[in-house]
């Protein structure tokens, strides 16, 4: 069973927009100029740039739900929303790059 939607998170577990940049700051109030959070669904890959990097994180976060399929399970936090807070973070790190500010 693949999960058809992700709230996209970074590795600190952060909501992000969609470049990627934390929509909330460590103290979880708002980042001035964030979008808001990006929520990808899985419909949505059949248009990306590149198809089959958008499923891997479907296929990832799929994975916490049947534990059985990935098989470095040692590797995975513990719950399930610790292990889909990780996979999100770590797909959505390597594949959104926050946008640089710009200088006023």
């Known amino acids: 069973m693949l999960v058809d939607e992700a709230a996209l998170v970074?590795?600190?577990g952060r909501p992000i927009d969609k470049t990627g940049k934390a929509i909330v700051?460590?103290?979880?109030?708002?980042?001035?100029?964030?979008?808001?959070?990006?929520?990808?669904?899985?419909?949505e890959c059949a248009?990306?740039?590149?198809?089959?990097?958008?499923n891997n994180l479907?296929?990832?976060?799929?994975s916490c739900l049947n534990p059985s399929a990935?098989?470095?399970?040692s590797a995975q936090p513990a719950s399930l929303e610790a292990c889909t807070a990780y996979k999100i973070g770590d797909w959505a790190d390597s594949n959104l790059s926050p946008e640089?500010?710009?200088e006023p």
């Open 25 to 43: 700051d460590a103290d979880g109030k708002p980042v001035p100029k964030a979008g808001p959070q990006l929520v990808m669904k899985r419909s």
């Open 100 to 102: 640089e500010e710009e």
């Open 47 to 54: 248009d990306a740039e590149d198809e089959d990097e958008c």
């Open 70 to 73: 990935d098989r470095q399970r």
């Open 58 to 62: 479907f296929l990832a976060v799929s």
């Open 10 to 12: 970074n590795k600190d």
